[in-house]
């Protein structure tokens, strides 16, 4: 059989799809879809099965195409893969990185030949209460960030994280214009950093940083608690987060604030080995 070729989403089609794909938060909006669509017409394809396929750059650093969001029944999942691996070709990309995928589904891209790159465990805190008063170490405040901290932000998150991880210029401005970025500071030095969203009341606790000379000491603590406090005063219901299960210090963290882990794991998935990028 013949392989069902994806190819880039018509004007007509992007229109079609924008409700699904702003309703599963792929895009914040339409016209971001748009101009997404009209800039890098080869991030958003479909077949003529129906099938729909979401793509980006992982991180600009690395040469990894990501899955942002894939539409397509499991009988043609290793066609659709395999047509993926070739859209990462053309676009100079030497793999590909799933979406965060439950480990119950995880077959769907194993059958391509994918396999585990990181498993993460999903933590929430449902309100139930007001947040615990947000009290920094002494020399240390918070305040949301602005685009003059970006360079800073950049240099703590490559210090905090892998290369696989980190994020770059493009992901901090996206989040910058789309999120709430708060920091914290000491004597003019960032020393740590949250991303937090909110739809529909439910909030998104997307990344907690802490300088590995600064950890310990609170900085954490008043960062979850002040992105916390923010999600409620926005009328959130609760806040979600996701950490890598290996990583005992963060879970030790967030459930001293209450979190609870939800018994849920999601997988990030590549065709390369399993050893982490550094």
Known sequence: MAAQRFRP????????LARTLTATRVFGDALELQAVSGAESWRVQVSSKGDVVVLGRWRDHLPYLSIEAL?????????????????ATEQGMNDVI???TPVEDMHFYESAGMRIHTLVSAYRLVRSADAPATDPPQEVSLRV???????????????????????????????????RLALAERGGEVVGYTLCTLSGGEGLLGRLCV???????????????????????????????????????????????????????YAFLRFGTDERVR
């Open 71 to 87: 539409w397509c029944p499991v009988s043609r999942s290793e066609m659709a893969l395999a047509e993926i691996r070739r859209i």
């Open 98 to 100: 799933s979406p965060p």
């Open 145 to 179: 960030a602005g685009a003059q901290d970006l360079p800073a932000l950049l240099d703590l998150d490559a210090r905090c994280f892998d290369a696989f991880w980190r994020y770059d210029l493009r992901h901090l401005e996206r989040f910058l214009a789309s999120a």
């Open 211 to 265: 300088a590995p000379e600064w950890r310990r000491r609170g900085i954490g603590s008043a960062l979850v608690r002040d992105a916390v406090g923010h999600v409620w005063e926005q009328g959130g219901r609760n806040v979600t987060l996701s950490t890598q299960i290996d990583n005992a210090a963060s879970q030790e963290l967030y459930r001293r604030e209450r979190f609870r882990d939800t018994g849920r794991s």
């Open 9 to 16: 989403a018509t004007s007509a089609e992007i229109g079609r």
